[in-house]
Every structure is written in structure tokens, then in C-alpha cells.
């Protein structure tokens, strides 16, 4: 098991940047892949990006291609989440979230979850 929790949310104006962290404790950090789920006001939660657990593969929602980069440091068991050219439909809870696999798919096995942190572009 992985206890998960975020930071770096917060309030910007659209155009502009932030980069989330996840800090990971347990020992399973290294061995499973890792990604990024949001979920806006009045929506469901939605997945952004995924790792796998040696950061050779990568996967992206279609909206945040070319703007947001997923990255992991083993060493120091923290997943990131570059975000970019920020929008303000990127306005939600983001959440950090571990697999039960070490290769980023399928999604459904994204089991467990950090608490979320919040995310808030201005327009």
C-alpha cells in the first residue's frame, strides 16, 4: 500500500503555469505506474496523465497533450505534474493516484488515491 499527497495547487491566471507534486510513502513507490486524475465542480472525475513505473511510457487526456508533462523521481518517490498554458477549464481537484501495475494501463487499476489538491484558473 502507498499513502499519496499532493501540493502545489493553487490560483493562476489562464496562460499561466504550476507544477503539482505527489509525495509517496511506502516502498511500492518505484515498482507501479503513477498518474493524475481531476475532477471539476459538478463533474466526474476524469484521468490527465499516467507513468509508468521506470517513466518509459506516458499517457495523456487529448485536451492537455503538449501542455502538461507527467515526470516521476524514483529516488526521492514524488510524482509531478507540469502543467502549462493553463486553461480555465483545467479548474479542478486534482488528484495523484497509484496502480496496481507497473505499466500505465488500463486505467481502472489506478486504486489508490491522495486526498487532492486544488486547482484554479482565472480567466
Known amino acids: 500500500q502507498v499513502r499519496l499527497v499532493e501540493s502545489g495547487g493553487g490560483l493562476v491566471q489562464a496562460g499561466g503555469s504550476l507544477r503539482l507534486s505527489c509525495a509517496a510513502s511506502?516502498?511500492?513507490?518505484?515498482?507501479?505506474?503513477m498518474g493524475w486524475f481531476r475532477q471539476a465542480p459538478g463533474k466526474e472525475r476524469e484521468f490527465v496523465a499516467s507513468?509508468?513505473?521506470?517513466?518509459?511510457?506516458?499517457g495523456y487526456l487529448d485536451s492537455v497533450k503538449g501542455r502538461f508533462t507527467i515526470s516521476r523521481d524514483n529516488a526521492k518517490n514524488t510524482l509531478y505534474l507540469q502543467m502549462n498554458s493553463l486553461k480555465p477549464e483545467d479548474t479542478a481537484v486534482y488528484y495523484c493516484?497509484?496502480?496496481?501495475?507497473?505499466?500505465?494501463?488500463?486505467?481502472?487499476?489506478?486504486?489508490?488515491w491522495g486526498q487532492g489538491t486544488q486547482v484554479t484558473v482565472s480567466s
Open positions: 493516484a497509484a496502480s496496481r501495475r507497473m505499466q500505465n494501463y488500463p486505467v481502472s487499476d489506478f486504486t489508490s
Open positions: 511506502g516502498r511500492t513507490f518505484s515498482s507501479v505506474a
Open positions: 507513468i509508468s513505473w521506470n517513466g518509459g511510457s506516458t
